[in-house]
Structure formats: structure tokens, C-alpha cells
């Protein structure tokens, strides 16, 4: 029997969702989400199987305009990652957020303009509509910016049409052997989960309070069968972050601690014990050898 299989890239400006859409295809969560902007910050696959069809989704970070506060090496590191994603790929998913249009969204279109492979044009949110008449001409202006090989509303919170986008992308993935065995979800390993789901906690109960230069590296991780044994360290880059990040007598660390554990385990399928430390590191997010050695490395 014939089989089919290719690479999908989903990309957008930050926030518009492409992490829920990837999690919502997968049917459980691979890509880390908050509501504030570049969550995402490398690459990360997620692999679904479907009898002779294989899918390779790739997440990527948002991209954004390089101003003056967003100019550091971890800024241009993310661009590179989501426009690296775009090479070699079979399919695009081009994810904008309702009858919102941004200069962001159009610096995105301008990268897409030499992909070779159809782009599918995904509007998000649809959910959050009051008016859904405002929606078909919506449609027919964005599909006046480029020839789309095919443009869906849809919802990756609640899943309305995301099986059409899939069946979409599945008439575009050409015939050959599947990559990954059938069973495998993603390309990371839970050591790299692990760091992305503390940054989680902290940047949801956070928010603005703490800057984007914080980031996350697993010191340990021991799986002794019954038990995962992880150590992670939080690096800022200033003394102030790390008492935000600690909070009044510890309350804040330990909370984040106790909602990264509880994710983990419900992720590993192990009870987890995680130890947490901050620790200062001045210039890490705007030092590309830095960033190297704490794993921010194109793939």
C-alpha cells in the first residue's frame, strides 16, 4: 500500500496560536503556550501517524520585527529558526489570527513569497468572533495577498475545523516511506520538555513581571524507573528577576515548582522529583555563544 509522508511547517506572527494548533492536532501537549508573545523559541516537530499517512509538524517561533527591544541574539536566533523551517518543507501553514492584520503578519507573507510548497492559510480564533459576517470578506481581502492553496477558518482551542486543515495538508504530502515509527509523537527528548515546561510555569504566572531574558537548563535528570529525579536551573540576567522569580520567602518558586511537577508527571507517566535554582547569568540572551551552550542550536 502507497504511503505518504512529508514535513509541514505551521508559522505566524508570536501569539496567534500555533503552538495550541500543533498540541490540538497531536492530541496532547508538545509545544509549551502562555498568552505572552515568543513563547515558543526553538523548533519543535510533532509527529502524527494516520494508517499510510505520516505527518511531520514542525512549530516554530513567531516571527517578529527586529526593533530596538527585540534586537538581542535570541531575537535573531528565533527568526532564523522559523524561517529555517520553511526550507525543504512540503507543506505551510500560514496562521493568522481573525480580521486582525499586523506588520508582523506581513513580514511573515514576504518570507513565504519564494516557498515553493503550497501555503494553506489558517485564520485562528474564529471562536472569539461576535460577528461572523465579518468574516467572508475577511476571507476574500486575504485571499487577494497571495494564491493560497487553500484558506480555512478555524479554532485550535476548540478544534472547529482543524480535521478539514489536516485533510487539507494531507492532499499535499507526497508519496514515500514514513520517517519516524509509527508511535513516535516528537523529536525532543523529555530532558528538553522538562526545561520547556518549568519556562511555562513561569512565564504564565509571571506575565509581564519578569522580562524575556530568562530561560531554562536541566542540570539532572535521572529516570530510576519509579522516579525521575530533575534538577533545573533558572537563569536571568539581573539580581531584581531572580527575588521576582523566587518571590516572598520562596512562594513563588514553589508554586512553580509544584505546577511543573504536576505537568511532568502527567507527561512522563512517572512520579517526578524536581529541584529548582536560580541563578543570575548577565548577557546570556544577547551572547550567541551562550545561547549555543544552553541548547538554543538550529536543527
Not at 525532543?188 to 522538562?194: E, G, M, V
Given at each position: 500500500?502507497?504511503?505518504?509522508?512529508?514535513?509541514?511547517?505551521?508559522?505566524?506572527?508570536?501569539?496567534?496560536?500555533?503552538?495550541?494548533?500543533?498540541?490540538?492536532?497531536?492530541?496532547?501537549?508538545?509545544?509549551?503556550?502562555?498568552?505572552?508573545?515568543?513563547?515558543?523559541?526553538?523548533?519543535?516537530?510533532?509527529?502524527?501517524?494516520?494508517?499510510?499517512?505520516?505527518?511531520?509538524?514542525?512549530?516554530?517561533?513567531?516571527?517578529?520585527?527586529?526593533?530596538?527591544?527585540?534586537?538581542?541574539?535570541?531575537?535573531?536566533?528565533?527568526?532564523?529558526?522559523?524561517?529555517?523551517?520553511?526550507?525543504?518543507?512540503?507543506?505551510?501553514?500560514?496562521?493568522?489570527?481573525?480580521?486582525?492584520?499586523?506588520?508582523?503578519?506581513?513580514?511573515?507573507?514576504?518570507?513565504l513569497t519564494h516557498v515553493e510548497?503550497?501555503?494553506?492559510?489558517?485564520?485562528?480564533?474564529?471562536?472569539?468572533?461576535?460577528?461572523?459576517?465579518?468574516?467572508?470578506?475577511?476571507?476574500?481581502?486575504?485571499?487577494?495577498?497571495?494564491?493560497?492553496?487553500?484558506?480555512?477558518?478555524?479554532?485550535?482551542?476548540?478544534?472547529?475545523?482543524?480535521?478539514?486543515?489536516?485533510?487539507?495538508?494531507?492532499?499535499?504530502?507526497?508519496?514515500?516511506?514514513?520517517?519516524?515509527?509509527?508511535?513516535?509523537?516528537?523529536?525532543?527528548?523529555?530532558?528538553?520538555?522538562?526545561?520547556?515546561?518549568?519556562?511555562?510555569?513561569?512565564?504564565?504566572?509571571?506575565?509581564?513581571?519578569?522580562?524575556?531574558?530568562?530561560?531554562?537548563?536541566?542540570?539532572?535528570?535521572?529516570d530510576e524507573g519509579k522516579v525521575?529525579?530533575?534538577?533545573?536551573?533558572?537563569?536571568?540576567?539581573?539580581?531584581?528577576?531572580?527575588?521576582?522569580?523566587?518571590?516572598?520567602?520562596?512562594?513563588?518558586?514553589?508554586?512553580?515548582?509544584?505546577?511543573?511537577?504536576?505537568?511532568?508527571?502527567?507527561?512522563?507517566?512517572?512520579?517526578?522529583?524536581?529541584?529548582?535554582?536560580?541563578k543570575v547569568k548577565r548577557g546570556?540572551?544577547?551572547?550567541?555563544?551562550?545561547?549555543?551552550?544552553?541548547?538554543?542550536?538550529?536543527?
Amino acid at each position: 500500500m502507497t504511503q505518504n509522508c512529508g514535513f509541514v511547517a505551521i508559522v505566524g506572527r508570536p501569539n496567534v496560536g500555533k503552538s495550541t494548533l500543533m498540541n490540538r492536532i497531536l492530541g496532547q501537549k508538545i509545544s509549551i503556550t502562555s498568552r505572552r508573545p515568543q513563547t515558543t523559541r526553538h523548533q519543535v516537530m510533532g509527529i502524527k501517524t494516520v494508517d499510510e499517512v505520516q505527518f511531520v509538524y514542525v512549530d516554530t517561533p513567531g516571527i517578529h520585527l527586529q526593533t530596538r527591544d527585540r534586537n538581542k541574539a535570541i531575537n535573531r536566533f528565533m527568526n532564523q529558526a522559523a524561517t529555517q523551517a520553511l526550507r525543504d518543507v512540503d507543506c505551510v501553514v500560514f496562521l493568522v489570527d481573525r480580521t486582525r492584520w499586523t506588520d508582523e503578519d506581513q513580514v511573515v507573507l514576504d518570507k513565504l513569497t519564494h516557498v515553493e510548497a503550497p501555503v494553506i492559510l489558517a485564520i485562528n480564533k474564529v471562536d472569539w468572533l461576535e460577528d461572523k459576517t465579518t468574516l467572508l470578506p475577511w476571507l476574500e481581502s486575504l485571499s487577494a495577498r497571495r494564491e493560497f492553496a487553500a484558506i480555512l477558518p478555524i479554532s485550535a482551542k476548540d478544534g472547529t475545523n482543524v480535521p478539514e486543515l489536516e485533510g487539507e495538508v494531507a492532499k499535499r504530502l507526497p508519496e514515500g516511506v514514513h520517517y519516524f515509527p509509527d508511535d513516535q509523537i516528537t523529536n525532543k527528548s523529555q530532558r528538553f520538555l522538562a526545561a520547556e515546561l518549568v519556562r511555562e510555569k513561569v512565564m504564565r504566572q509571571l506575565g509581564d513581571e519578569l522580562p524575556y531574558q530568562m530561560t531554562v537548563e536541566i542540570e539532572e535528570f535521572r529516570d530510576e524507573g519509579k522516579v525521575i529525579h530533575i534538577s533545573a536551573l533558572m537563569l536571568v540576567e539581573r539580581q531584581g528577576q531572580k527575588k521576582i522569580l523566587i518571590g516572598d520567602n520562596g512562594e513563588r518558586i514553589k508554586k512553580i515548582g509544584i505546577e511543573a511537577r504536576q505537568e511532568m508527571e502527567r507527561a512522563f507517566d512517572s512520579k517526578v522529583m524536581l529541584n529548582l535554582w536560580v541563578k543570575v547569568k548577565r548577557g546570556w540572551s544577547d551572547d550567541d555563544r551562550a545561547l549555543k551552550s544552553l541548547g538554543y542550536n538550529l536543527d
